[in-house]
């Protein structure tokens, strides 16, 4: 459903065009958000969205430009929220939001909504940690071994989840769908879910995903638009939310930061835009039209 720009615009350049939507609910959203900007959220996931994907995940940062682009674009909006599986604290240092003039009003809604950090206070508020995933985290290394070490696979600390990564594996996708079965099964003894990405698969707390982190927040706010950016199965459950908001009046627009990795998101998108360089001209492209 979507529609895809492309990358032969200059990252650097202000004077990016802002792309049509695909469908006529996208270009009511975007015409919502242009006309009432000050009413509107911009809703973004981290990774594959504002940050390029890599193999370690503990070196992932913001596009350059990112940060750069928020700050032009958030002073003429209700409020722009990155909601995350990272922790809220990791998402603020990598992605470099602390202290930067014109996002005094980003939130950062971290663990898919159970970690909040605001820019005003400076400040992570959360709730205690699930037990189970620390007896999930003890039990992951003899399981790996027995699921027969696939090489390359490691497991990610997240604090309040924990994640098995598989894109440096010999065959990512071999071992990605080998290990879904019993990971799910030691999610489940410890009272956990399993959510599956792009090569990789976390075991989390149920009762939050970034749909209730970006529907609340959207009623917090009282906000009349939304955008929402993401790339990938977690960033689903946000899509439905925009859908719901949009049967309840709230216009969305949907924008997949394009991935030849999971064609779910695109198929649903109402625009389709190239990665996290098309996702900061996109940014760019409504400040300017709001500036």
């Not at 049509?20 to 911009?42: E, H, K, M, N, Y």
């Not at 946000?238 to 949907?254: C, E, I, M, W």
Request: charged share 20%; aromatic share 4%.
């Amino acid at each position: 459903m979507g529609t895809h720009t492309t990358d032969s615009t200059d990252p650097t350049n202000p004077m990016d065009p802002l792309p049509v939507p695909a469908t006529q609910a996208g270009r009511d959203g975007l015409a919502a958000l242009l006309a009432s900007p000050r009413t509107a959220v911009i809703g973004l996931d981290f990774d594959g969205t504002l940050a390029p994907i890599v193999a370690d995940p503990d070196q992932a940062r913001a596009h350059p430009e990112a940060v750069p682009a928020l700050a032009a674009l958030a002073p003429g909006v209700a409020s722009v929220a990155v909601i995350t599986g990272r922790p809220a604290g990791v998402a603020v240092r990598y992605g470099g939001f602390a202290g930067v003039p014109g996002l005094e009003h980003l939130t950062v809604l971290g663990h898919y909504g159970a970690e909040r950090w605001d820019a005003v206070t400076g400040t992570v508020s959360a709730p205690a940690p699930h037990p189970g995933v620390a007896a999930a985290r003890a039990e992951l290394p003899g399981l790996l071994d027995r699921a027969g070490a696939w090489p390359g696979t490691w497991i990610e600390e997240k604090g309040r989840a924990v994640a098995v990564h598989t894109r440096r594996a010999t065959d990512p996708q071999a071992a990605f769908e080998a290990l879904r079965v019993p990971l799910t099964d030691l999610a489940t003894r410890h009272g956990l879910i399993v959510e599956p990405g792009r090569m990789v698969l976390e075991l989390r707390p149920p009762g939050m995903d970034k749909g209730m982190a970006l529907g609340e927040y959207v009623r917090e706010i009282g906000a009349e638009s939304v955008l929402y950016a993401g790339d990938d199965l977690g960033d689903l459950p946000a899509f439905a939310a925009v859908d719901k908001l949009r049967s309840d009046g709230v216009p969305g627009l949907l924008v997949c930061s394009g991935s030849t990795e999971v064609t779910q998101l695109s198929d649903r998108a109402d625009l389709v835009v190239d990665g996290p360089a098309g996702v900061v001209r996109l940014l760019r492209a409504l400040a300017a039209q709001l500036g």
